[in-house]
Structures are given as structure tokens and as C-alpha cells.
């Protein structure tokens, strides 16, 4: 008898609305949540060490703003000019990653 009844109005366009309406809030909560959290990290983070740090990995500090290192990010045309003046740099690191390493000698039997 229950059943049937809840059958016939859980159907009824009055509870489709009430359960879009109350879909639509729920996801409007997650977000403004998720904003307030990005909100007080930045704030954080800004408080902790003077940069405010997004989660896209811009650092924005008072005098402009720079990307943070380590991030894939696409190169801008003053980084290829960049790029070519450490050239001499990027091999010598390159040769000594080559060198094989060798076992210390003085280690006790």
C-alpha cells in the first residue's frame, strides 16, 4: 500500500522540480565551497610567504607575477631567447649525469 502510494507521487512534476531545485542547490554549495577554499589558501599562503599562489601555478607577488618552477608550461618567445644563452650549462649538466658513478674506496670491511 506504501509502496504504491510513494509509486504514484514520486512521479508527480511538483517532486521533480522540488528534486532538480534541490540538485542545483547542492551543486551551487560544492562550488561556492570549493571557491571559498581556494579563497583562504590563497589568503594562506599569501600570509605564510608573501606570494599568493593559485592553484593553476601562478605565483602573483607585489611587484608582478612569474610562474612557479616545475611546471610544464608553454615557453614564451623571451624564454626560447632564454634558452639559447643556457645552452653551455644544459650540456655540462648533461656530461655529468653521464659519468658513471664510482663505489668509495675507503669503506671499512
Known amino acids: 500500500m506504501v509502496a504504491k502510494t510513494f509509486a504514484k507521487s514520486a512521479n508527480h512534476p511538483r517532486h521533480l522540480f ?58 614564451t618567445e623571451s624564454d626560447k631567447d632564454d634558452d639559447d644563452d643556457d645552452s653551455d650549462e644544459s650540456s655540462e649538466n648533461e656530461s655529468f649525469l653521464e659519468e658513471p658513478l664510482s663505489p668509495p674506496e675507503d669503506l671499512p670491511p
Open 18 to 75: 522540488c528534486g532538480a531545485l534541490i540538485t542545483i542547490l547542492a551543486q551551487y554549495l560544492v562550488v561556492s565551497l570549493e571557491a571559498l577554499t581556494n579563497i583562504f589558501a590563497a589568503v594562506g599562503s599569501f600570509y605564510l610567504t608573501g606570494d599568493i599562489i593559485f592553484n593553476q601555478g601562478l605565483s602573483m607577488h607585489v611587484e608582478g607575477y612569474e610562474w612557479v618552477e616545475g611546471l610544464s608550461l608553454p615557453p
